[in-house]
């Protein structure tokens, strides 16, 4: 079994070199993990060397992308920061997107589940310092060795919707990342992380399963609402995203917004998006009942938890002191 944690979500909108500076607070009322993410910001990596450098927080990648750097430079990256953040380092790793990987980087996003178990492959001997000779379906590496690899062993946690993607995490990963997923859903995806690392010869047991969990901030009204909205409908319309909630049996509650966005009806599209489906999905309210579903997401299996901020403030020194409020309201103590 593994402790529960509450972990930042990092970076947020305030400049990086604030960042140290925050995480010590943070790390002072609780929270004992700070996981990155990127998107079209800042990288993945940079943060958590900030983080690291200030603080005795475990830090980890939640997640970078195997498609848009190579296997070699995602190695150095990890080396670096477990370098800055001995011991306390876990390399989240994930196919991303198709815009992610095709329309902003030139890729092709082609057979994901293969291309992660791979670079897992890949990865850990690399992590370990050995002289990597590789010959994948997906890539190859002919040679590559680490001068400076981490003095501690890094966990690698692989991010995951489908089943497929799940099934590798429980094969070879030490730790799986869900995302976008309701509370009643969580059950249903690490069983099977579990059983096909049952299937596989491990300790089902020992995969952690952490999760990035979208927080909406805002006092309750139509604003709000339609805030949401648009944030559900911007990633549940990118095919990755439909085709997990799809596989989770949301087709019925989501249908009527995928062909209404299909058409061309943005306004239609967020008008069909259910208030169940908000409910399930987007933890928001009052401090004390996001606190209650964020418990809701632990209490299902997740282990690990990064909280993701979100709202509808316009004004920068605004929207700092609601994250702030919040980070405060979501603190372990």
């Known amino acids: 079994m593994f402790k529960k944690r509450i972990a930042l979500s990092v970076p947020y909108e305030w400049p990086l070199s604030e960042h140290a500076q925050l995480a010590r607070d943070m790390e002072a009322i609780g929270y004992t993990d700070a996981w990155s993410y990127e998107v079209d910001g800042i990288d993945a990596f940079t943060p958590l060397v900030a983080v690291a450098g200030a603080t005795n927080m475990r830090v980890g990648t939640a997640i970078a992308n195997v498609y848009t750097r190579g296997p070699a430079t995602l190695a150095m990256s990890a080396a670096a920061v477990a370098e800055a953040a001995p011991g306390r380092f876990c ?38 310092g050995e002289r990597v000779v590789f010959e994948g379906k997906t890539f190859r590496v002919d040679g590559f060795r680490l001068s400076r690899p981490p003095e501690y062993p890094v966990p690698i946690h ?18 799986v990342c869900v995302n976008w997923l ?13 059983d096909a690392a049952t299937a596989a010869g491990r300790d089902a047991d020992a995969i952690e399963v952490t999760a990035r969990l979208m927080i909406n901030i805002d ?25 997990f909630h799809e ?11 995928w062909e209404a966005w299909s058409a061309g009806d943005r306004k239609g599209a967020l008008a069909a998006i259910p208030t169940g489906v908000i409910d399930d999905l987007i933890i928001h309210g009052s401090p004390e009942e ?24 316009k004004d920068p020194t605004k929207r700092r002191a609601l994250v702030l409020q919040a980070l405060r309201d979501h603190a372990p103590r």
């Open 182 to 194: 309701s509370a009643g859903d969580v059950k249903r995806s690490v069983q099977v992380v579990r």
């Open 247 to 257: 596989w989770l049996g949301r087709t019925g509650s989501l249908g009527g917004m």
């Open 91 to 128: 390399f989240g790793i994930g196919s991303g997107s198709q815009p992610v990987v095709e329309s902003w980087n030139d890729g092709k996003f082609d057979r994901p589940a293969t291309r992660v178990k791979e670079m897992v492959q890949f990865l850990r001997p690399a992590l370990a």
């Open 219 to 243: 006092e309750a009204g139509p604003e709000t609402e339609n805030t949401i909205r648009r944030h559900i409908a911007a990633y549940l319309n990118v095919p990755v995203y439909r085709e």
């Open 158 to 175: 692989v991010a995951a919707l489908r089943e497929g993607m799940l099934k590798v995490a429980g094969q070879v990963a030490d730790g």
């Open 290 to 313: 996001r606190r209650a579903h964020v418990q809701r997401y632990l209490d299902a299996g997740v282990d690990t938890a990064f909280m993701s901020f979100s709202t509808s403030e």
